[in-house]
Structure formats: structure tokens, C-alpha cells
């Protein structure tokens, strides 16, 4: 007999409900469509919008329930260390309170100490952390334009309602489910929804059927989908948990993939708990055979569980990746994905946009001259034309043609125009065209784009006041003043125009043809002072800037050798897309600029960098950025950016200052570097607890090496002792290169390390055996005790020595937090063994004259590590 899942079962009905309105809406009329609404061609009214968004709430997706505190709070509670740790507190509870005759709560209430210090310490953190992204967010917003009361205003996409009418240009993201009503080359990636990569055309006009499948509905836009190019404007129908892709959102929000960080800590914890189950049945089994006392083997057994359960993993792994949040957000970064930290100290390539990461993004006009090079006002006036009557994204080339137009006095020259229409730019041409008519019934076309782009679609060329055929020396002469002034470094575009237009009311790129080629503009977009200071230190730190632009060989080059990225080896988009992945694969060893690039190719390189073992960041802000965002192994965007960036990213820049890169990358590896010493602590240190263990069931007949009050007791200080790591500094020379997580390195230093800690170990258990004689029951209790500070302060004081590569106290110094947590829990140690003041715990003070004894075993603990650390750094070149 099958069972429904009535939870699917109401996301599907959810989800048809949806698809049926959104139909209705589709296929009715537009004036039925304006009357369900309660809209009009001039928007809703500011009031009716307010009543709206009371009644219907915000318009953000929420799927399933928020997690408030006290769900995170839960999430730091339950983890597969601390699982381990309630199932060894409930058999302790049946043994010790439930089956004794006298109940002893003491190893209960330490284990359930052990997991809310550690639960404790992570949900902190890790509330610190999100209060400083959530201060920073308030800072970014994604907005969008709507039509309220018959005036365009810019709102926060989370206040749209049902009945809004957008206004919606390449970059924008779609701020719910729409209905065009007005849409002109409008090409929408909806991959979200779909799957598929390409761009999708939208119209105005039904051109669909009722049969067909609703995402391939050509009047309708879905929420989760972004413009890539064209201009439209657009009803909203529905919004936040309303919308297609808000019914879907249960089933789309499932686990993501895991990366690298933590498929790393994933790995690490396995191994350490593998080799805990299966090691501790074996103590059990050894106990019993040496000892004959059932319930006092499990019960230790049990405890050495607890012993060797690294439960502060998970504190330690919130706690520095918060930190390493926290410490960002200084910076004025807001660390989207806390994991990226990690993963930006890992990249070891980062590719980035030029215009407005490597440059000041403040581009300024020089130029606008004919196809001599010589300054000519027409230019100018006609791209001007061109930049204020499109109606799709101005970018700053607009902005900067349309300062320098007014700064001349050209705006007169628009009241003798009128907009007939445009043909809105898009990265295959490159080119973005307007159709004007002037008062006198007369029409032109002019166009402005790339110049490569523009010639292609030029047949003539005014030259001397003629207008003659675009060939031969002529158009070498055109090309060769493009040329001259690219290498001076200038932003060239061209400038054309035809008056051989059609008497129609809409155009398409088949209109841009036989143009007369008039000149060119020229802009100059200077490098950014922090850049080459920037990418010197990012060297310095073994990251490789590769530099993806959209921009043409000349600038590119140019602006490359101004901030250090070599142009010895320079490739085009066009030998990009000749290449085969082989070729791909070797040309990206050798070449660090690539030009003239469209989205997918940025997205090609990034992937084949990838394939090639390198971990990839990438930065940039523009619209050709988001595919090459996404497929980064970690994305970095800026406030300024389009929205769709701005969404793709891992990580947002609030300030646009490159050191920042270098400070992420060092952050990244400190945090990495502070996981590393815990993780390297643990492994080695259980495992060298185990040897010792094993030694002492076999060979200490009388008594157990330690009670299990003491191992948890111990296992707490430690703990604690352990909680500065996160703030620890890390050595310089780590810094320098990426780090990767490598579990052969992990396992291979805990195979190594530990049975070094368990020779001091059994030199202690000989020491008490024979030179103080606590071998017979009478004196289990001094030797137990004896075991235990000395096991207490050497795993103290291996924490100073495993946490730098070089010799501690003299050569590198831990950091303040990490002292004081491990002296204060040292000198608490140090006083519970030696007063007797914990006696309720088994304890007795010990003779003073142990302690030159543990001193000397100590000292010669420490030499023996740092010679250890000597041969191991030289033989596999690494230490952490």
C-alpha cells in the first residue's frame, strides 16, 4: 500500500493554483486585466499600494518556516559529535542513577556541561556573525522602477504589489510573476525555473497557446527570472510566496551542493569518528579480559568515547568562519555564504571584469572626433541622440555622453525630435540603435556601439563632407584612428547614422544596415590607484588575477600594464570560441587577458580554470558577469552592480577597494589555518590517548588508568582551554599560498603525531609506577590523578606547540584569548591536583615533589615535538 506525502501533495496544489491563475492572467484581455488588478496604464495610486502590501505582506519568498534563535539555537545543539555525546549521557544516566543504589549524577551532568559549552559558544558566534551581515544588508537593497499615480519611482523589489506596473531593463531582475505589456528585443533568462541556458524573447502580444507549457507562456515573466537585454514594461500579477517560482520554492530549496569546505570538514569528521567506533569496543573488550568487572570496563569504555569524540569541532568550525564574517564586515563586506571565507583563502586564480573593478569606474569623455581624428560637434550631437532617447540601462558611456552634451549646451536639439523606436543593445551585436523623426517628418537611424560591430553594418562613410563607399583606404584610415586612440588607452566606440528609414512604427537589428560610418567617441576609464598594489599583494599570497573583459584589446592592454597583469600572451573572444576544450585547457596556463569576451565565454574560461584543479574566484558588477558569478567557485560583487550580480555573488563589496580582495584571501586562510589546529590536535591526540589507553588496560592490572569522572573532567578543560583558537593568530608563511583541505595530510600527521604523545604518557605511568610506587588499589587513586594533570597540561601545552610551525613563545606568540584560556584552565588544573580541593570528583592532592617530575616530562614533551616538527616540515613540506 503507497502513502501520499500530504506535504507534496499541497505544494502541487499550491502550484496549480498558481499556474491557473497566472493563465487566466495570460490570456485575457488587457482591460480585463487592469479590472482584476484594480491598476491602470499609469500604475496603482500610492495609497492603494499601502493597502495592498499590508494585506499581502512583503514580496520575498520565505521557504518553509523561519529559523528564529531559538532554531539556531537547536541547529548548534544537535550535530553527529554532540548526538554521540546524548546517547554515552543517557547509558551513563542508566548506570549511574538509574541501576546504582546510590545515584551519582557527576559523569551526566559533565557530558551535557561538554555539549552546551561547545553549543554554547557556536550559537554566539554565530549570532555575532549574523548580526553584523544583517547591519550590512540593510545597506544593499535591490530595486525596482514602477508607475505610481502616473509618476516612474524607484522602490525596494520587496514593497512591489499585484497591480504595479514595471518599467524593466537589461540587468533588472523580475520583480514577481508579470504579464508584458509593452516589450521591445526583451530576452529574459529564466534558468531558475527552466533549466535552460539560453535567453528567452518576451512579447506584449499573445503568441502562445493554452497548451503550451506556462514557462514557455511568451506574454508572461516569472519571478526568479532577470532581463538580459531589451526594455519593457511589465504588469505584476503576483508576488512573494504568490508567485510560480514562490509555489515551488519548498521543492526548490533543498540541500544545495556542498563545497569544498565542507565536504573537508564532512571527510575529517568521518575519519575521527570512524576511528572511534571502532577503537573503543576494543578498550571495552581489553578491560574486561584484564580486569573481569563488567560494569567498570563499559563504564570506561563509555567515557573514553566521550574522550575521543572531537566535540568541539563544530564550535570551533562556526566560530572562526564567524569570526572571519565578523572581521569582513569591518571591512564593509557582507559575506552572503559564510563557507565562502574559507573558499576565498583556498582560490588561488581570480578573474575579474576590468570596467569598474580594475578601473575607477568614473569614465570621462575625451573625445569625439570624425574618421580623420579630428574634433567634430556632429558626433558628438548625434550620439547624444542616440544616449538620451534609448530607454534601456544607461550605463555610464551614456551618462558621460549626456554630461558632455549638456555641458555644450545640446539639449535644445531635443525638442526637434521625437522617438520613434529603438533596437536596445545585447552582447552578440554590441550595438544599440534609436529611431528618431524630426518636426519636419524627416527620420534617421543612428547607431552606437562596438566598433568592430559598428563597421560590419556600415556601407558608407562621411568623409570630408561626402559621403562616400566604406573600402580601401578609407576604411584603413577609419580603422587606423580607432587603433591609434585605443592604444593611447582610450574607450573607443563608433558613431553612425542613416536617413534611409523605413515609414514603420517598429525596427529590428535587420534595419541596421547600410549605415554611413560618421566617427568616433572616445572615454577614458583611468586604473584604479589600489589596483596595482591590489594584484602585486594577491601575488604575494599565491592568487593569479586572470583579467575577462568585454572591452577591446587595446584598452584592455593599456589599463593591464598600468596594474601588473601580464600582456604578454593577449587571446579574443573570437580565438576563445575557435578553441577546443584541449586547447582551452593550455592556452588558460599562459594567458592572463582575454578580450572582447561575450557572458558565455567569461563562463567557458572560468569552468576550464576549474577543470584544470584551480580554484576559482571571480569579481565583477555587470550584467556579462552573472554567468561567470555563478560558476565561480566563489563570486564577488559591489554594491553598485546589477541586481542579478549582486544576487549571483558569494560575497558584496559595499566600498570598491581592492585591498579588500587581499584582506578576504588572508581571512580565509587564517580561518582555515585555526580549523587546522583543532582538527590536527584532535586526530593526533585521540589517537596517541588511545595507545596509551591500550598500554595502560594491558599492562596496569590493579585499577583503571583513569576514572571516567576524570576523563570527562579532563576532556571539559581541555575543551575550554581550546576556545581561543578561533581568535589565534596564524603564522605569516601560511598565509602566503592557498590552502586546501587534505584529508591524506590530516590522517597521515595523526598516525605520526600520536603514538609521540603517547611515549610521555607511558614515561608518566612509569614514573608513578616505580619512582612514587603507586601500583597496588591502595594508591590507584594518586596515580589516576597523576595521569590526569599530566595528560591535562600536555594537551595544553601541545596546543602551543601544534599551532605554529615555528618554535613557540620565541619565534611566534599565541594570541591573547588563546593564552588566557589555556593558562587559566592550566593553573585550574594544576590546583585541583595537587590542594585536594576536588575531592567530590576522586581527586587527592598529590605529593609536591611530582611536580619537578611532570615539569621535566613536560620540557621534554615540548623538545620532542619541536624536533618532530623539524623533520616533519622537511620531509613533507608542511606542517598545518
Given at each position: 500500500?503507497?502513502?501520499?506525502?500530504?506535504?507534496?501533495?499541497?505544494?502541487?496544489?499550491?502550484?496549480n493554483?498558481?499556474?491557473a491563475?497566472?493563465?487566466e492572467?495570460?490570456?485575457?484581455?488587457?482591460?480585463?486585466?487592469?479590472?482584476?488588478?484594480?491598476?491602470t496604464?499609469?500604475?496603482v495610486?500610492v495609497?492603494?499600494?499601502?493597502?495592498?502590501?499590508?494585506?499581502?505582506?512583503?514580496?520575498?519568498?520565505?521557504?518553509?518556516?523561519?529559523?528564529?534563535?531559538?532554531?539556531?539555537?537547536?541547529?548548534a545543539l544537535?550535530?553527529?559529535?554532540?548526538?554521540?555525546l546524548?546517547?554515552?549521557?543517557?547509558i551513563?544516566?542508566?548506570?549511574?542513577?538509574?541501576?546504582?543504589?546510590?545515584?551519582?549524577?557527576?559523569t551526566?551532568a559533565?557530558?551535557?556541561?561538554?555539549?552546551?559549552?561547545s553549543?554554547?559558544?557556536?550559537?554566539i558566534q554565530?549570532?555575532?556573525?549574523?548580526?553584523?551581515?544583517?547591519?550590512?544588508?540593510?545597506?544593499?537593497?535591490?530595486k525596482?522602477?514602477?508607475?505610481?499615480?502616473?509618476?516612474?519611482?524607484?522602490?525596494?523589489?520587496?514593497?512591489i504589489?499585484?497591480?504595479?506596473?514595471?518599467?524593466?531593463?537589461?540587468?533588472d531582475?523580475?520583480?514577481g510573476?508579470?504579464?508584458?505589456?509593452?516589450?521591445?528585443?526583451?530576452?529574459?533568462?529564466?534558468?531558475?525555473?527552466?533549466?535552460?541556458?539560453?535567453p528567452?524573447?518576451?512579447?506584449?502580444?499573445?503568441?502562445?497557446s493554452?497548451?503550451e507549457?506556462?514557462?514557455?507562456?511568451?506574454?508572461?515573466?516569472?519571478?526568479?527570472?532577470?532581463m538580459?537585454?531589451?526594455?519593457?514594461?511589465?504588469?505584476?500579477?503576483?508576488?512573494?510566496?504568490?508567485t510560480?517560482?514562490?509555489?515551488?520554492?519548498k521543492t526548490?530549496?533543498?540541500d544545495?551542493?556542498?563545497?569544498?569546505?565542507?565536504?573537508?570538514v564532512?571527510?575529517?569528521?568521518?575519519?575521527?569518528l570512524?576511528?572511534?567506533?571502532?577503537?573503543?569496543?576494543?578498550?571495552?573488550?581489553?578491560?574486561?579480559?584484564t580486569?573481569?568487572?563488567?560494569?567498570?570496563?563499559?563504564?570506561?569504555?563509555v567515557?573514553?568515547?566521550?574522550?575521543?569524540?572531537?566535540?568541539?569541532?563544530?564550535?570551533?568550525?562556526?566560530?572562526?568562519?564567524?569570526?572571519?564574517?565578523?572581521?569582513?564586515?569591518?571591512?564593509?563586506?557582507?559575506?552572503?555564504?559564510?563557507?565562502a571565507?574559507?573558499?576565498f583563502?583556498?582560490?588561488?586564480?581570480?578573474?575579474?571584469?576590468k570596467?569598474?573593478?580594475l578601473?575607477?569606474?568614473?569614465?570621462v569623455?575625451?573625445?569625439?572626433?570624425?574618421?580623420?581624428?579630428?574634433?567634430?560637434?556632429r558626433?558628438?550631437?548625434?550620439?547624444?541622440?542616440?544616449?538620451?532617447?534609448?530607454?534601456?540601462?544607461?550605463?555610464?558611456?551614456?551618462?558621460?555622453?549626456?554630461?558632455?552634451?549638456?555641458e555644450?549646451?545640446?539639449?535644445?536639439?531635443?525638442?526637434?525630435?521625437?522617438?520613434i523606436?529603438e533596437?536596445?543593445?545585447?552582447?552578440?551585436?554590441?550595438?544599440?540603435?534609436?529611431?528618431?523623426?524630426s518636426?519636419?517628418?524627416?527620420?534617421?537611424?543612428?547607431?552606437?556601439?562596438?566598433?568592430?560591430?559598428?563597421l560590419?553594418?556600415?556601407?558608407?562613410v562621411e568623409?570630408?563632407?561626402?559621403i562616400?563607399?566604406?573600402?580601401?583606404?578609407?576604411?584603413?584610415?577609419?580603422r587606423?584612428?580607432?587603433?591609434?586612440?585605443?592604444?593611447?588607452?582610450?574607450?573607443?566606440?563608433a558613431?553612425?547614422?542613416?536617413?534611409?528609414?523605413a515609414?514603420?512604427?517598429?525596427?529590428?537589428?535587420?534595419?541596421?544596415?547600410d549605415?554611413?560610418?560618421?566617427?568616433?567617441?572616445?572615454?577614458?576609464?583611468p586604473?584604479k590607484e589600489?589596483?596595482?598594489?591590489?594584484?602585486?599583494?594577491?601575488?604575494?599570497?599565491?592568487?593569479?588575477?586572470?583579467?575577462?573583459?568585454?572591452?577591446?584589446e587595446?584598452?584592455?592592454?593599456?589599463?593591464?600594464?598600468?596594474?601588473?597583469?601580464a600582456?604578454?600572451?593577449?587571446?579574443?573572444?573570437k580565438?576563445?570560441?575557435?578553441?577546443?576544450?584541449?586547447?582551452?585547457a593550455?592556452?588558460?596556463?599562459?594567458?592572463?587577458?582575454?578580450?572582447?569576451?561575450?557572458?558565455?565565454?567569461?563562463?567557458?574560461?572560468?569552468?576550464?580554470?576549474?577543470?584544470?584543479?584551480?580554484?576559482?574566484?571571480?569579481?565583477?558588477?555587470?550584467i556579462?558577469?552573472?554567468?561567470?558569478?555563478r560558476?565561480?567557485?566563489?563570486g564577488?560583487?559591489?554594491?553598485?552592480?546589477?541586481?542579478?550580480?549582486?544576487?549571483?555573488?558569494?560575497?558584496?563589496?559595499?566600498?570598491?577597494?581592492?585591498?579588500?580582495?587581499?584582506?578576504?584571501?588572508?581571512?580565509?586562510?587564517?580561518?582555515?589555518?585555526n580549523?587546522m589546529?583543532?582538527i590536527?590536535?584532535?586526530?593526533?591526540?585521540n589517537?596517541?590517548n588511545?595507545?596509551s589507553?591500550?598500554?595502560?588496560?594491558l599492562?596496569?592490572?590493579?585499577?583503571?588508568?583513569?576514572?571516567?569522572v576524570?576523563?570527562?573532567?579532563?576532556?571539559?578543560?581541555?575543551?575550554?582551554?581550546?576556545i581561543?583558537?578561533?581568535?589565534?593568530?596564524?603564522d605569516?608563511a601560511?598565509?602566503?599560498?592557498?590552502r586546501?583541505?587534505?584529508?591524506?595530510?590530516?590522517?597521515?600527521?595523526?598516525?605520526?603525531?600520536?603514538?609521540?604523545?603517547?611515549?610521555?604518557?607511558?614515561?608518566?605511568y612509569?614514573?608513578?609506577?616505580?619512582?612514587?610506587?603507586?601500583?597496588?588499589?591502595?594508591?590507584?587513586?594518586f596515580f589516576?590523578?597523576g595521569?590526569?594533570?599530566?595528560?591535562?597540561?600536555?594537551?595544553?601545552?601541545?596546543?602551543?606547540?601544534?599551532r605554529?610551525?615555528?618554535?613557540?613563545?620565541?619565534?611566534?606568540?599565541?594570541s591573547?584569548?588563546?593564552?588566557?584560556s589555556?593558562?587559566?584552565?592550566?593553573?585550574?588544573?594544576?590546583?585541583?591536583?595537587f590542594?585536594?580541593?576536588?575531592?567530590?570528583?576522586?581527586?587527592?592532592?598529590?605529593?609536591l615533589?611530582?611536580?619537578?617530575?611532570?615539569?621535566?616530562?613536560l620540557?621534554?614533551?615540548?623538545?620532542?615535538v619541536?624536533?618532530?616538527?623539524?623533520?616533519?616540515?622537511?620531509?613533507?613540506?608542511e606542517?598545518?
Amino acid at each position: 500500500m503507497k502513502f501520499r506525502n500530504k506535504k507534496n501533495d499541497a505544494v502541487a496544489l499550491k502550484q496549480n493554483a498558481c499556474e491557473a491563475l497566472l493563465r487566466e492572467y495570460a490570456f485575457c484581455r488587457e482591460d480585463t486585466l487592469l479590472d482584476l488588478l484594480g491598476s491602470t496604464r499609469r500604475g496603482v495610486s500610492v495609497n492603494l499600494a499601502e493597502e495592498k502590501l499590508e494585506d499581502i505582506g512583503p514580496n520575498i519568498i520565505v521557504a518553509g518556516h523561519q529559523v528564529g534563535p531559538f532554531g539556531r539555537l537547536l541547529k548548534a545543539l544537535i550535530n553527529p559529535f554532540n548526538l554521540v555525546l546524548f546517547l554515552i549521557a543517557a547509558i551513563t544516566f542508566v548506570t549511574d542513577v538509574i541501576i546504582q543504589p546510590s545515584s551519582d549524577y557527576t559523569t551526566c551532568a559533565i557530558i551535557l556541561a561538554l555539549i552546551l559549552v561547545s553549543s554554547a559558544v557556536a550559537f554566539i558566534q554565530g549570532e555575532r556573525s549574523n548580526a553584523a551581515a544583517a547591519k550590512l544588508s540593510d545597506m544593499i537593497t535591490n530595486k525596482a522602477d514602477v508607475w505610481r499615480d502616473g509618476k516612474l519611482v524607484e522602490i525596494p523589489i520587496d514593497e512591489i504589489v499585484p497591480g504595479d506596473l514595471v518599467k524593466l531593463s537589461a540587468g533588472d531582475m523580475i520583480p514577481g510573476d508579470v504579464r508584458f505589456l509593452s516589450a521591445k528585443d526583451a530576452f529574459v533568462a529564466q534558468a531558475a525555473l527552466t533549466g535552460e541556458s539560453a535567453p528567452v524573447e518576451k512579447f506584449s502580444e499573445v503568441r502562445s497557446s493554452a497548451a503550451e507549457t506556462l514557462t514557455d507562456v511568451c506574454n508572461i515573466g516569472f519571478m526568479g527570472s532577470n532581463m538580459v537585454s531589451g526594455s519593457a514594461e511589465a504588469m505584476v500579477l503576483t508576488t512573494g510566496n504568490d508567485t510560480y517560482f514562490g509555489s515551488m520554492a519548498k521543492t526548490l530549496s533543498g540541500d544545495k551542493a556542498k563545497n569544498s569546505f565542507e565536504r573537508g570538514v564532512d571527510a575529517v569528521s568521518k575519519l575521527l569518528l570512524r576511528f572511534m567506533m571502532v577503537m573503543v569496543p576494543v578498550i571495552f573488550v581489553v578491560n574486561i579480559v584484564t580486569k573481569g568487572e563488567l560494569m567498570d570496563s563499559l563504564l570506561f569504555a563509555v567515557t573514553m568515547a566521550v574522550g575521543l569524540t572531537p566535540e568541539m569541532l563544530p564550535m570551533i568550525m562556526t566560530s572562526t568562519l564567524a569570526k572571519g564574517a565578523v572581521s569582513m564586515s569591518k571591512h564593509k563586506v557582507i559575506v552572503k555564504t559564510l563557507s565562502a571565507i574559507q573558499t576565498f583563502g583556498e582560490m588561488d586564480i581570480l578573474c575579474t571584469d576590468k570596467t569598474g573593478t580594475l578601473t575607477e569606474d568614473k569614465i570621462v569623455l575625451e573625445k569625439y572626433m570624425d574618421v580623420h581624428g579630428k574634433d567634430d560637434m556632429r558626433i558628438l550631437r548625434h550620439a547624444y541622440l542616440n544616449s538620451y532617447y534609448q530607454t534601456g540601462l544607461k550605463n555610464l558611456i551614456d551618462l558621460a555622453i549626456i554630461n558632455r552634451a549638456r555641458e555644450n549646451d545640446l539639449e535644445q536639439i531635443l525638442d526637434r525630435y521625437g522617438r520613434i523606436d529603438e533596437i536596445p543593445f545585447d552582447f552578440t551585436r554590441r550595438r544599440m540603435s534609436v529611431v528618431l523623426e524630426s518636426k519636419d517628418g524627416k527620420r534617421q537611424l543612428i547607431t552606437k556601439g562596438a566598433v568592430d560591430e559598428v563597421l560590419a553594418i556600415c556601407k558608407y562613410v562621411e568623409y570630408g563632407g561626402d559621403i562616400l563607399p566604406l573600402q580601401g583606404e578609407l576604411l584603413q584610415e577609419a580603422r587606423r584612428v580607432y587603433e591609434e586612440n585605443n592604444r593611447d588607452g582610450l574607450r573607443v566606440i563608433a558613431v553612425a547614422q542613416k536617413n534611409d528609414v523605413a515609414d514603420a512604427t517598429t525596427f529590428g537589428v535587420a534595419d541596421e544596415s547600410d549605415m554611413v560610418l560618421l566617427g568616433f567617441v572616445g572615454f577614458l576609464d583611468p586604473p584604479k590607484e589600489s589596483a596595482k598594489i591590489a594584484i602585486a599583494a594577491l601575488q604575494g599570497h599565491g592568487v593569479r588575477t586572470v583579467v575577462l573583459t568585454g572591452d577591446s584589446e587595446g584598452v584592455a592592454v593599456k589599463v593591464c600594464k598600468k596594474v601588473g597583469v601580464a600582456t604578454e600572451h593577449i587571446l579574443s573572444g573570437k580565438d576563445v570560441e575557435a578553441m577546443s576544450d584541449e586547447q582551452l585547457a593550455e592556452a588558460i596556463q599562459r594567458c592572463d587577458l582575454f578580450s572582447k569576451l561575450s557572458p558565455s565565454q567569461k563562463q567557458r574560461l572560468v569552468e576550464a580554470l576549474q577543470k584544470a584543479g584551480h580554484t576559482v574566484g571571480y569579481m565583477g558588477d555587470g550584467i556579462n558577469d552573472a554567468p561567470a558569478l555563478r560558476q565561480a567557485d566563489v563570486g564577488i560583487s559591489v554594491d553598485s552592480g546589477v541586481d542579478i550580480a549582486k544576487e549571483t555573488a558569494d560575497l558584496i563589496l559595499l566600498q570598491k577597494d581592492l585591498m579588500v580582495l587581499e584582506e578576504g584571501v588572508v581571512e580565509g586562510r587564517r580561518t582555515f589555518g585555526n580549523i587546522m589546529k583543532y582538527i590536527k590536535m584532535a586526530a593526533s591526540g585521540n589517537f596517541g590517548n588511545m595507545i596509551s589507553v591500550m598500554f595502560a588496560s594491558l599492562f596496569i592490572r590493579p585499577f583503571l588508568p583513569m576514572m571516567p569522572v576524570h576523563i570527562l573532567v579532563q576532556n571539559l578543560l581541555c575543551d575550554f582551554s581550546q576556545i581561543g583558537i578561533p581568535f589565534d593568530r596564524v603564522d605569516r608563511a601560511y598565509l602566503e599560498q592557498p590552502r586546501r583541505w587534505e584529508t591524506k595530510s590530516i590522517r597521515r600527521f595523526m598516525l605520526l603525531m600520536g603514538p609521540l604523545s603517547s611515549i610521555f604518557d607511558v614515561a608518566c605511568y612509569a614514573v608513578l609506577w616505580w619512582a612514587f610506587g603507586f601500583r597496588s588499589a591502595e594508591y590507584s587513586t594518586f596515580f589516576q590523578t597523576g595521569w590526569f594533570i599530566f595528560g591535562t597540561l600536555s594537551q595544553i601545552v601541545v596546543v602551543h606547540m601544534i599551532r605554529t610551525q615555528r618554535i613557540p613563545l620565541l619565534q611566534s606568540r599565541a594570541s591573547l584569548p588563546l593564552t588566557l584560556s589555556t593558562l587559566g584552565v592550566g593553573i585550574l588544573a594544576v590546583v585541583a591536583a595537587f590542594t585536594g580541593i576536588a575531592a567530590t570528583l576522586d581527586f587527592v592532592a598529590l605529593p609536591l615533589l611530582f611536580a619537578p617530575w611532570m615539569a621535566l616530562l613536560l620540557v621534554g614533551y615540548c623538545a620532542a615535538v619541536q624536533l618532530f616538527k623539524f623533520f616533519y616540515v622537511r620531509r613533507f613540506k608542511e606542517w598545518l
